[in-house]
């Protein structure tokens, strides 16, 4: 029996492995299918968008930034640097202008009381010298002379100057341009006229600078 059922077996072990082996016709995958597949899967995505730029790009636009913005940062340093070295400069030349105004701003007006005080010390040499009794008259009339033109020129350097006289007699009294020193009776006045000038005033360009001391007249109580 057993060496009737061995070739059997043996027979149908050969079948079956006939059968599993493939043929040309079935089961048989082409060996370019896979490749095919994966061109066509390539085909259908080219119209794909393309990719955003990487993180490489954007640091890159970012330090082109920052480097800009740094340029511009010095620029306006340098500029305002510069501005506040102009700014000082101009404020040290001011203060040495104000500085030497207010050292010589007066030098015009001292220049023209040197005149005067040539005529003055002329007027004092011819009063002290001794003289005749009979030449007396003749030398107070050279001091007065002297005197009068001694007046004119200093009236003439205040004028030239802005300097100007205040002689307020008949004129209402004025609490900015005079200081009352005594009151008098009004006969034949208006209250509050200047009657009495004791002392003139002066004013500086419009503006008083020293006020004359006057007497005003006040109504009298009967």
């Not at 968008?49 to 082109?64: D, F, K, R, V």
């Not at 500085?99 to 003055?120: N, T």
Request: proline residues 6%; contains cysteine.
């Amino acid at each position: 029996m057993a060496g009737f059922w061995l070739p059997a077996a043996l027979r149908t072990l050969q079948r079956l492995a006939v059968s599993r082996t493939p043929g040309p016709g079935r089961g048989w995958i082409p060996a370019f299918s896979t490749a095919a597949q994966s061109s066509a899967g390539e085909d259908c995505n080219s119209t794909d968008p393309p990719a955003e730029p990487g993180p490489l790009l954007a640091e890159e636009a970012l330090e082109h930034k920052a480097l800009r913005l740094q340029k511009e940062v010095r620029d306006l340093t340098e500029r305002y640097q510069k501005a506040l070295a102009d700014s000082e400069h101009v404020r040290r030349r001011t203060q040495k202008f104000v500085e030497d105004a207010k050292i010589f701003g007066i030098q015009s007006f001292c220049k023209d009381l040197v005149e005067i005080a040539d005529i003055l010390e002329k007027a004092i040499k011819h009063g002290s010298g001794e003289a005749e009794p009979a030449d007396q008259k003749t030398t107070l009339n050279k001091v007065f002379e002297g005197l009068s033109l001694l007046q004119a020129k200093l009236q003439n350097v205040f004028a030239k100057h802005g300097l100007q006289k205040m002689t307020p007699l008949g004129d209402k009294y004025d609490p900015y341009d005079h200081e009352i020193v005594c009151h008098i009776p009004a006969d034949g006045v208006q209250p509050g006229t200047v009657t009495l000038v004791t002392q003139d005033g002066y004013k500086l360009h419009g503006r008083t600078i020293r006020p004359a001391q006057v007497g005003v007249a006040v109504e009298t109580q009967e």
